[in-house]
DNA sequence: GCCGTTTTCGGCCCGACTGTTTTCAGTCG
């Protein structure tokens, strides 16, 4: 898929045009379609092929025939002429907090300076103050601005930035004459990383609010303090923005610092054609304000059925609720239970027991326990002779604890030629065979797909895990077509896995959906080694949401009866 | 550069904060 590639280019020409001061809507546009193509479920070669290009929104006859070039040729002639004579350092300097366009341009101009070394060099020489527009406060800021740059910049994962930021409504409920406290932002969205934390709060005195914000504990730096909005960098380097409305635009506001931007722009190019206006303070049309205490009002008055958090991303739900097509999402409460848990038998740290306890009293009518295969030795992979010994057990437990059935699993591992970690007759003998890559993560494409496409056609193999491998700190997954391992699946019925362990996420929101459309069912595992990482499956759940997915195409929202049929009508 | 139940041309989301400004431009979300 070129997708990314060519959402990365249009990104950078508009990076580009806006530095050299070109029509900030042409600047949009280009920002627009990389945004578009990074989020499309199909492969844009595959839409080409069937001159379908024009039909993506935001893609026009320019754009179009700037894709249909780099797709023959690999070149973009547009790109070439625009970053002539400008310099990739340069434009990097846009991304220091503080710094836009036009400042960028006229140091570039005026003082030839072109990368952050001499940037920082020309500030603490005062060189800058005596430039139209800027002073010594602005110098300050720059600086400010490149230790941010340099020190922070980095998405923290969802699963990190939630218990985070319950401290800081809780410090604030504590510390502040506020009535509500809420985050909002991509937080609410439940996106897989977030850039910074957005928080709303309601209440009569703003500046009151906002300074017990900034001075409140863990406040690293304070970047912005007014009446209504405060900036702070926390520890940790994240960002926190802080914004107090009246009670009365208590919903316009969560509408609006919700987002996303995208999805914000279409709601209002909307209002917009009908004679209104929205704005954090309500929806409006001329001085009449039409509505704003509930969220709902928003969606309500432009005739949209309501939209969910985690699908605001302007990704078809506006006209999904348009036409009242907004699919009926998988809820918390809806799980019934975790597929994907190791314990002590391999690198877990609780028994079978303690596991079994806990998913009961998290309501769970089962768990499975999927520890590592044989080979795995830094994972403690279970011998053939222990897995014996791991049956008994679970079946120990099973008449031992009530209200709770721990189904025997292993996440066998695919081999890198392709062959599973254990024989078939023992794979045949658990109730769940979860499969899955954990080496050789370096091989080409075509080889890394034969093997998953292997997995998938072992009839013994119920589901499987992880299917890109990647790490949201540190590691892209493996190279895989996507597209080819969601056919097989399909075609043989196999389940694939939304990895719920905070750093995996893995499938991603994207994939979900474009799995969903070609009937692939899903299952939710969070991979916990710990019983205090089964909370994660309320990660999960929310990129199942971001996936458009039902109760329906997740074999854990099913009763333990219906699970246990469907394993029987497949191998094992 | 995109787009059309006001338009094939003339629009293109809206408001807060900061700093350098005597009324506003730049930046951000």
């Known amino acids: 898929m070129k997708n990314r590639e060519i959402s990365e280019i249009f990104e950078k020409i508009g990076d580009i045009l806006e530095f050299k001061g070109d029509s900030s809507f042409r600047v949009n546009a280009y920002r627009k379609a990389a945004r578009v193509l990074q989020d499309l479920t199909e492969d844009i070669e595959v839409i080409h092929q069937e001159e379908r290009l024009r039909s993506i929104p935001g893609v026009g006859e320019g754009i179009a025939k700037k894709i249909a070039e780099y797709l023959a040729t690999g070149r973009m002639t547009k790109y070439e002429e625009v970053r002539k004579g400008v310099p990739d350092e340069l434009i990097r300097l846009l991304g220091i907090p503080g710094m836009g366009p036009k400042t960028v341009a006229l140091i570039y101009r005026k003082l030839g300076i072109k990368d952050i070394e001499n940037l920082e060099k020309a500030v603490k020489e005062g060189r800058l103050r005596d430039l139209p527009g800027l002073g010594a406060k602005k110098e300050e800021n720059i600086l400010r601005g490149i230790k941010l740059m340099r020190e922070a910049g980095k998405r923290i994962s969802l699963g990190v930035a939630l218990p985070l930021v319950e401290r800081i409504v809780d410090d604030l409920k504590r510390r502040a004459k506020v009535s509500q406290v809420y985050p909002a932002g991509s937080l609410r969205r439940m996106k897989e990383t977030v850039g910074d934390i957005d928080i709303l709060a309601t209440g009569t005195d703003g500046g009151r609010i906002i300074e017990a914000f900034t001075s409140g504990p863990g406040v690293r730096d304070v970047l912005a303090s007014g009446e209504t909005k405060g900036s702070i960098i926390a520890e940790g380097g994240i960002q926190v923005d802080l914004r107090v409305v009246p009670q009365s635009s208590y919903g316009s506001a969560l509408q609006y610092f919700t ?314």
């Open 259 to 572: 987002g996303s931007k995208a999805h914000n722009i279409h709601l209002r190019e909307i209002a917009k054609s009908r004679g209104m206006k929205i704005s954090e303070y309500g929806i409006f049309r001329g001085e009449q304000r039409l509505g704003g205490k509930r969220e709902e009002d928003i969606y309500s008055t432009l005739g949209l059925s309501f939209i969910p958090p985690e699908l605001r991303e302007d990704r078809g739900e506006i006209k999904a609720a348009q036409e009242g097509k907004i699919p009926q999402l998988v809820e918390d409460g809806q799980i019934k239970g975790d597929l994907h848990v190791h314990s002590k038998w391999s690198d877990g740290t609780a028994s079978i027991e303690e596991i079994a306890l806990k998913a009961r009293e998290m309501g769970y009518e089962y768990i499975a326990i999927c520890d590592h295969s044989q080979s795995l030795k830094f994972a403690g992979g279970v011998s053939i002779e222990d897995m014996a010994k791991k049956l008994e057990e679970i079946e120990r437990v099973n008449e031992k604890i009530e209200g709770i059935r721990v189904l025997s699993g292993t996440e066998v591992d695919i081999k890198t030629d392709g062959t599973l970690d254990y024989p078939d007759e023992l794979l045949e003998r658990l109730d769940l065979v979860v499969a899955a890559i954990h080496t050789g993560f370096k091989q080409p494409e075509e080889l890394i797909t034969k093997r998953i496409v292997s997995g998938l056609e072992n009839p013994n193999v119920d589901i499987v895990a992880h299917p890109t491998g990647r790490l949201i700190s540190s590691r892209e997954g493996y190279s895989v077509d996507l597209g080819k391992v969601f056919s097989v699946a399909a075609e043989m019925g196999v389940a694939l896995e939304i990895n719920a362990y905070y750093d995996r996420l893995d499938l991603n929101d994207i994939a979900c959906r474009r799995a969903k459309e070609q009937g692939v069912k899903l299952s939710i595992g969070t991979d916990a080694h710990h019983i205090d990482q089964l909370w994660m499956m309320r990660l999960g759940v929310a990129v199942a949401k971001r996936g458009w997915l039902g109760p329906e195409q997740l074999l854990n929202t099913w009763p333990l009866e219906r699970l246990l049929a469907w394993l029987k009508t497949r191998g094992g």
